[in-house]
């Protein structure tokens, strides 16, 4: 099991920053990709970015150039994902979610399961 906690967040202007954080524990050796969500109201959820376990990174087309993932390997339980959010719009608006994609292996079988985060509400104001 991947267990997901999260933190940042919250009201910005357009044009401003924020920087979401979300701490992966238990089996982190595991874990493919870490991936950020957003949902904005009325509007399906969407992957924003994704880093995978040798650090390549992915953008969505809406925030490259904006956004950047990143991530913080130096405790050995746990590693921390960032997502630092600049340039900020309205349209950034939305729920966002960490996740994990992890293999969970038992005997000669390998699953891909998902993690999720709690949401973390985004605001940014025109």
């Known amino acids: 099991q991947v267990q997901l906690v999260k933190s940042g967040g919250g009201l910005v202007q357009a044009g401003g920053s924020l920087r979401l954080s979300c701490a992966a524990s238990?089996?982190?050796?595991?874990?493919?990709?870490m991936n950020w969500y957003r949902q904005a109201p009325g509007k399906q959820r969407e992957l924003v970015a994704t880093i995978t376990r040798t650090s390549s990174t992915n953008y969505s087309d809406s925030v490259k150039g904006r956004f950047t993932i990143s991530r913080d390997n130096a405790k050995i339980t746990i590693f921390t994902v960032y997502l630092q959010m600049n340039s900020l719009k309205p349209e950034d608006t939305g729920v966002y979610y960490c996740?994990?994609?992890?293999?969970?292996?038992?005997?000669?079988?390998?699953?891909?399961?998902?993690?999720w985060g709690q949401g973390t509400q985004v605001t940014v104001s025109s």
């Open positions: 238990g089996r982190i050796f595991s874990i493919n990709t």
């Open positions: 996740n994990a994609e992890y293999q969970d292996t038992t005997g000669w079988s390998t699953t891909i399961r998902n993690s």
